[in-house]
C-alpha cells in the first residue's frame, strides 16, 4: 500500500498573493496530477505530470504553475490568488505502466482567499 | 475533447434497494478507460470499479457492477443490497487511451435512508 501527502492541510491567503501547495506519494506512481474542485462541484483538471520534470497543462491551468522535481513529489503553485476564492485542491497519483490504473488522492488542500 | 457528464445532481434510496446512477461519456479515442470513485462526506475520494471500452462483460466488484453500453457511450453503476454507508458522492471518470489524465463529471449524491 502506500500514501499521498498533502501540505498544508488548510491555506488562508491574502488576494494577490502566490501560494504553493505541495504533494508525496509513495506508491512509486509515474503520474501525478492536480485537481480543483469547488464545493458541491466536480473535480476540474489542472496539471498533470507523467514522469518526473514532465508537465501538461489540465484544462483550468490558467493562473497555477507545476512543479515535479522528483517523481514522489508534485507541487502547485496560484500565481495569484483571487480575492474570495474558496476551493479543496487534490492531488493524486497513479501508475502508468500497462493499462492505466485506478487514481489514487490524498486528503486535499482547503484554500481560502480573504 | 473529452468530456464526462451525470445528470443525476441526487438521488434518496432506501437501504438494502438497488440504485443505478448514470454517466455518459465523450471521446475520439478508439480504446478508453471508465472509472467510478466514491467521495465520503469527510471528503476522502476512494476508487471503486473500472470498465476497459473493450471489454464487453461488464465489470463487477462486490456490490458494484456497471451497465455499459458503449453505443450508447453509457456506464452506469448499479449499486444492489444499499447499506446506509454507501451515502456519498459519486464520480465517473474517463480516461482515453491516448491521454494520461481522466476528466470527471460533476457527481452524483446519494442518500441511503433506512
Known amino acids: 500500500g502506500g500514501i499521498i501527502t498533502q501540505t498544508p492541510k488548510f491555506l488562508i491567503g491574502q488576494e494577490g498573493q502566490k501560494l504553493t501547495l505541495k504533494c508525496q506519494q509513495n506508491?512509486?506512481?509515474?503520474?501525478m496530477y492536480w485537481y480543483r474542485q469547488d464545493s458541491g462541484k466536480g473535480l476540474r483538471l489542472i496539471y498533470y505530470s507523467i514522469t518526473e520534470n514532465d508537465l501538461q497543462k489540465g484544462d483550468l491551468s490558467e493562473g497555477y504553475d507545476a512543479s515535479r522535481e522528483k517523481k514522489s513529489s508534485f507541487s502547485l503553485t496560484v500565481t495569484s490568488a483571487q480575492k474570495n476564492e474558496m476551493a479543496v485542491f487534490l492531488c493524486?497519483?497513479?501508475?502508468?505502466?500497462?493499462?492505466?490504473?485506478?487514481?489514487?488522492f490524498g486528503p486535499g488542500t482547503r484554500l481560502t482567499v480573504l | 475533447a473529452q468530456k464526462v457528464t451525470q445528470t443525476q445532481t441526487s438521488i434518496s434510496v432506501v437501504e438494502k434497494t438497488t440504485v443505478t446512477m448514470d454517466c455518459v461519456y465523450e471521446t475520439r479515442d478508439s480504446s478508453y478507460f471508465l472509472f467510478w470513485y466514491k467521495q465520503t462526506a469527510s471528503g476522502e475520494i476512494v476508487f471503486l470499479i473500472r470498465q476497459d471500452s473493450y471489454k464487453k462483460e461488464n465489470a463487477t466488484v462486490g456490490h458494484y457492477s456497471l451497465n455499459f453500453q458503449k453505443p450508447k457511450s453509457s456506464i452506469g453503476l448499479i449499486i444492489t443490497a444499499t447499506q446506509i454507508e454507501d451515502s456519498a458522492v459519486y464520480f465517473c471518470?474517463?480516461?482515453?487511451?491516448?491521454?494520461?489524465?481522466?476528466?470527471f463529471g460533476a457527481g452524483t449524491k446519494l442518500s441511503v435512508k433506512p
Open positions: 493524486a497519483s497513479s501508475s502508468t505502466g500497462g493499462a492505466p490504473y485506478e487514481q489514487y
Open positions: 506508491f512509486n506512481h509515474d503520474t
Open positions: 471518470a474517463m480516461r482515453g487511451n491516448n491521454n494520461n489524465a481522466p476528466r
